[in-house]
């Protein structure tokens, strides 16, 4: 199984992102999805997470800024980002949690950086 995140880069303050994420060897339908961040000397942390249902929620960082979703028709997640600020700058990473098998899979991460 593989997770396929892309769409980062180099963008000014105030501008925008969106970030995709597509699996080999597994269809979203049925995961717990989200995205997390790891910038340079810090943990790994979740920033915004969608159920298979459809509900979401985000970290206090991004709320209002960043909005994640899903197309299972598609098989693809994706997080639209915003008014990025500097502190934005991280690796990016998708994963999804099957919530009754246990399993979990990571994306390889995508560079996102934000210059002032």
């Known amino acids: 199984v593989q997770l396929q995140a892309s769409g980062g880069g180099l963008v000014q303050a105030g501008g925008s992102l969106r970030l995709s994420c597509a699996p080999r060897?597994?269809?979203?339908?049925?995961?717990?999805l989200g995205w997390y961040r790891q910038a340079p000397g810090k943990q790994r942390e979740i920033i915004a997470g969608i159920t298979y249902g459809g509900g979401t929620n985000y970290a206090d960082s991004v709320k209002g800024r960043f909005t994640i979703s899903r197309d299972d028709a598609r098989n693809y997640m994706s997080l639209q980002m915003n008014s990025l600020k500097p502190e934005d700058t991280a690796v990016y990473y998708c994963?999804?949690?099957?919530?009754?098998?246990?399993?979990?899979?990571w994306g390889q991460g995508t560079q996102v950086t934000v210059s002032s």
């Open positions: 994963r999804a949690d099957h919530p009754a098998l246990g399993s979990y899979y």
């Open positions: 060897g597994i269809t979203f339908s049925r995961y717990t």
